[in-house]
């Protein structure tokens, strides 16, 4: 069944259009900020993945370097990257 969702999930991800850009603008906490920022950095951007998943699996190294963009952005623009490498170290 993985497989078979795997195989679904890579013809959407590479059907026409998929790879145009479109603008999203976000108001969030910078609590959220924080919690978002770290849900990409464990689910996307570290070898030690906390959780499996095969959709994740067979994503284009394109569409993680794009993530690893949109982490340091809301990061920035919420002026919480320093605070938030100081959180990694506890």
Same mark, same amino acid.
């Given at each position: %069944?993985?497989? @078979?969702?795997?195989?679904?999930?890579?013809?959407?991800?590479?059907?026409?259009?998929? $790879?145009?850009?479109?603008?999203? $603008?976000?108001? %969030?906490?910078?609590? $959220?900020?924080?919690?978002?920022?770290?849900?990409? #950095?464990?689910?996307?951007?570290?070898? @030690?993945?906390?959780? @499996?998943?095969e959709i994740l699996q067979v994503l284009p190294k394109e569409s993680t370097d794009e993530f690893k963009q949109i982490h340091e952005e809301?990061?920035?623009?919420? #002026?919480?990257? #320093?605070?938030?490498?100081?959180?990694?170290?506890?």
């Amino acid at each position: %069944m993985s497989k @078979e969702k795997s195989k679904i999930f890579e013809t959407v991800l590479s059907s026409p259009g998929m $790879n145009q850009k479109c603008k999203i $603008n976000l108001v %969030m906490s910078r609590q $959220n900020v924080l919690l978002l920022g770290r849900l990409i #950095e464990a689910g996307l951007l570290t070898k @030690e993945s906390s959780f @499996e998943d095969e959709i994740l699996q067979v994503l284009p190294k394109e569409s993680t370097d794009e993530f690893k963009q949109i982490h340091e952005e809301i990061l920035r623009k919420s #002026e919480l990257t #320093e605070f938030y490498e100081r959180l990694k170290l506890l």
